[in-house]
T-cell receptor
Framework: GEDVEQSLFLSVREGDSSVINCTYTDSSSTYLYWYKQEPGAGLQLLTYIFSNMDMKQDQRLTVLLNKKDKHLSLRIADTQTGDSAIYFCAESMGGGFKTIFGAGTRLFVKA | AAGVIQSPRHLIKEKRETATLKCYPIPRHDTVYWYQQGPGQDPQFLIS???????DKGSIPDRFSAQQFSDYHSELNMSSLELGDSALYFC?????????????FGQGTRLTVV
């Protein structure tokens, strides 16, 4: 079945690195996404990784994928107070298939 | 670049009223998806359309219906609204005919039922 799980809360100090973890069950997923949602706002696509990749880096963001364990992580370097938000892990088989979201991890950044 | 457009951005309705949400996909995208995100919840898939035909169905209540029109825009019709329908409704679009393309989300319509 389809399921995406992630821890609900993470608290870090400003300037530290944040690592948000996610596990998924659908091995046929082609895309694995990280979305950011600030209070009252829409979904902002931060980054995504194809299932045939192990790592993707985009400025302060690093995505690691362990396909064998179906584990995805998002590392935010030099975390800032503006990074405080809910981060959703999501999976999809791509063109035409729905996206399945995890419950979201609420990131608190302490100044 | 053009994004997914949703209207209205905000909507307030009373219980038992009806609401219609609209979604305009990215040009040349043929698939539209609807999601519902309740307060403190993750987005839940409701329904999707490909080439004006329903292609997948999720947890959409019977009181809701949706369709995709010839210009590929989609409308989500919600009747007999309940307080629990208050949520952020997202539309997303993708191009199924292009291999390995992701879905792009709109900014959402915030529906408040009072």
């Amino acid at each position: 079945g389809e399921d995406v799980e992630q821890s609900l809360f993470l608290s870090v100090r400003e300037g530290d690195s944040s690592v948000i973890n996610c596990t998924y069950t659908d091995s046929s997923s082609t895309y694995l996404y990280w979305y950011k949602q600030e209070p009252g706002a829409g979904l902002q696509l931060l980054t995504y990784i194809f299932s045939n990749m192990d790592m993707k880096q985009d400025q302060r963001l690093t995505v690691l994928l362990n396909k064998k364990d179906k584990h995805l992580s998002l590392r935010i370097a030099d975390t800032q107070t503006g990074d405080s938000a809910i981060y959703f892990c999501a999976e999809s088989m791509g063109g035409g298939f729905k996206t399945i979201f995890g419950a979201g991890t609420r990131l608190f950044v302490k100044a | 670049a053009a994004g997914v457009i949703q209207s209205p951005r905000h909507l307030i309705k009373e219980k038992r009223e009806t609401a219609t949400l609209k979604c305009y996909p990215i040009p040349r995208h043929d698939t539209v998806y609807w999601y519902q995100q309740g307060p403190g919840q993750d987005p839940q898939f409701l329904i999707s359309f490909y080439e004006k035909m329903q292609s997948d169905k999720g947890s959409i209540p019977d009181r809701f219906s949706a369709q995709q029109f010839s210009d590929y825009h989609s409308e989500l019709n919600m009747s007999s609204l309940e307080l629990g329908d208050s949520a952020l409704y997202f539309c997303a679009s993708s191009a199924r005919t292009v291999a390995n393309t992701e879905a792009f989300f709109g900014q959402g319509t915030r529906l408040t039922v009072v």
